[in-house]
C-alpha cells in the first residue's frame, strides 16, 4: 500500500524524518553524538575517537549547536587556554532511541563474531534497555541519562587485550 | 562519564551504530527505505517522491539490496518492459525503530506548525505507535507490517488544500 505520500521534493521536505535527516542525517553527526553520549565532551577527546578531520568536527558540532542539540561551553585547565566543551541539551538527549535503535540493528545484523561492541544497561537495575515500537504509553521511557555505557565482548579494546596486542 | 570507547578510528569502526551507518547513514538511504516502508516499490514511484537524481537512486538503491535490506524483483506490466520492483527483507524491516525514532524526534522539534505530516498507527487499534526505551522485554514490540502510513495535519497536500492551491 503506497499512501500516496512525499510525492514531490517540496512535500518530502516537510516530512519529520527528512527534516530530522537535514540536522543529523549525517554519518559524522550522528558519530558526534554517539562519542557524546558516551561522554566525551572536548573536541579533541571527539576527535580522536572518529579520527574524522578536525574541520568535519567543527562544521558538525556547530550545526549541532546552532540546531540545539548540543550545548558549548567554555572550560578552562590551570595554566591552558580556555577550550570549548560539549554537552547533550534536553533535545539532545531525545536522539538517544535513534542511536539505540541503530545500535540494536547493528548488534543484530552486522555485529562482529565476537559480539556486541557496546553494552547498554539501565543505571536502575542493571538490565539491557531495548528500544520497543509499542501503542501502550503506559510505561516510562529509559532515558539517555538512565543508562550505562559499557564495552562488550566485540568491542576493540578488549579484543585488542585478549589477542595480546 | 566518558567510557573510553571509540578512542581510534579502527576501534569505532567496530561499533554497531557505526556499521550500519555505513549501509543506511546517508540521508538518501534513509529516505529511499522511508518511501519503501510507506509502500512504493517502483524505481519511479521513489525517485518521483524524493525528487532526487536517478544515478544516486540507482546506486542507492544497489547498496540497500546487498546489504540484504532491500529485494528486487522483476515485473511487468503487458505491454511494458520488464522493471525491478523493491521491498523490505526481514532484515529491511527491522529497521522501522529507526525511521519512526527519527519521526518522532522529528515531529517533537522540527515538525511544522500544522503538525506531523505522517501518523503511523497500529492496524489492530488505530491506536498511534511511539518508540520506546524500555527494560521490559515482555511486550512484544509492533512490527513495520502491522501499522499504517497516513498523511497528517503537517501534510504537504493537504496544506496544498486547505489553503485552496
Partial sequence: MHVAMGQTEAEATRCSIERTLAIVGEKWSLLVLREVFYGAERFDDIQRALGCSRDILSRRLSTLVEAGILTRANYRVPGERTRPAYGLTE??????????????????????????????????????VRVEVTTDGSHRTVSADEVTFAPGPGHAERLATSSGI
Fill in 91 to 128: 533535545q539532545g538527549k531525545e536522539l538517544f532511541p535513534v542511536l539505540l535503535a541503530l545500535m540494536q540493528w547493528g548488534d543484530k545484523y552486522v555485529a562482529p563474531p565476537e559480539g556486541p561492541s557496546v553494552l547498554v544497561r539501565a543505571k536502575s537495575d542493571d538490565r539491557p
